[in-house]
């Protein structure tokens, strides 16, 4: 972790409570913070949770269960358990505190588990699971398999699956029957093998039921950067009636492959009626000219280039 000033990180963190800033300017005063890392960048990340932008606010608690910083646990258990916060952003929480890794939160996502709202419930239901599996000692045996690792740096909500053929991992990818959390790590594992043939099983992804999975693929997506992906990605976002939530995932994966036609669509969708797409199709824009100058890199959730530390 870089050393900062506490003037410097007051500095960035009236710019990401200031509503009457740009959104774009607001998202990197938070990848900053995130990678500045300490008690006080926490604090100002906690602050912004009373915005009225749910894109905001689930970039807030992504970054905070990416910092895996146990302090981070407080609010994050908080935006959970608030039902007037978007599920998006209660998602988010639930992913976060088990990105986090503390047993501790392991009662808070058993009860939430069984919420009313099927996104959040799904996303502490794997959560749970993350833990469980981090208690069994199994993330020793990953660590030493270099094989299997994650050659991106997010802390990913299930491990990959041990290697496969990629029908071999599609199929369990596809098959609803099977356990949300097998799935994802066929998800993960699938990303990590970083091919077209991976991306394009994926792809099909976004045709399962759970709007919380098609979220997922369209994440992973954008962290492969694998232009076979932008038909489906296209789709997904062009889609009225698909899940605020898959759309912006998925135009934020279109941001991060940057290709002339992804481009050509985030124009299109930037005065969306729903606020989140918008704002995430602008968001990626920015995050594209950005890239293209080599001024600014993001990190993980809207680019997979990484600040150095």
């Known amino acids: 972790m870089q050393m900062a000033s506490a003037e410097h990180v007051s500095a960035v963190g009236q710019d990401l409570v200031d509503p009457g800033l740009d959104l774009t300017r607001r998202f990197r005063a938070l990848f900053t913070l995130r990678n500045l890392g300490g008690k006080e960048s926490i604090d100002w990340i906690s602050k912004a949770f009373t915005d009225e932008s749910a894109l905001l606010k689930h970039e807030l608690a992504y970054c905070l269960g990416q910092m895996q910083d146990t302090r981070a646990i ?7 358990k608030d039902t007037q916060q978007e599920p998006m952003v209660r998602h988010e929480a639930g992913e976060a505190l088990g990105a986090i890794g503390d047993p501790r939160v392991l009662d808070l996502l058993k009860e939430y588990s069984q919420d009313p709202v099927i996104e959040v ?23 030493n398999n270099s094989v299997d690792q994650n050659p991106y740096s997010s802390i990913d909500p299930a491990p990959p699956a041990a290697r496969k053929s990629v029908s071999e991992l599609r199929s369990i990818l596809l098959d609803e029957s099977l356990p949300l959390f097998e799935r994802y790590r066929a998800m993960f594992a699938l990303r990590n093998l970083g091919s077209q043939e991976a991306a394009l099983a994926l792809a099909d992804g976004l045709r399962c039921s759970s709007a919380l999975f098609r979220h997922e693929i369209g994440y992973v997506l954008g962290q492969m950067q694998h232009p076979a992906a932008v038909p489906a990605l296209c789709a997904a976002l062009e889609c009225s009636s698909e899940n605020p939530m898959v759309r912006h995932e998925a135009a934020e994966a279109l941001g991060a492959i940057g290709k002339e036609e992804c481009m050509a669509v985030l124009q299109r969708y930037c005065d969306d009626r729903e606020r989140v797409v918008k704002e995430s199709c602008e968001v990626a824009l920015d995050m594209l000219e950005y890239e293209n100058g080599e001024q600014f890199q993001y990190a993980d959730g809207l680019v997979r280039l990484q600040l150095q530390s």
């Open 74 to 80: 407080p609010t994050l258990a908080a935006v959970l």
């Open 121 to 143: 419930a799904e996303t502490c239901q794997l959560a749970v699971r993350r833990l469980q599996w981090l208690q069994s000692g199994e993330e020793k045996l990953l660590e």
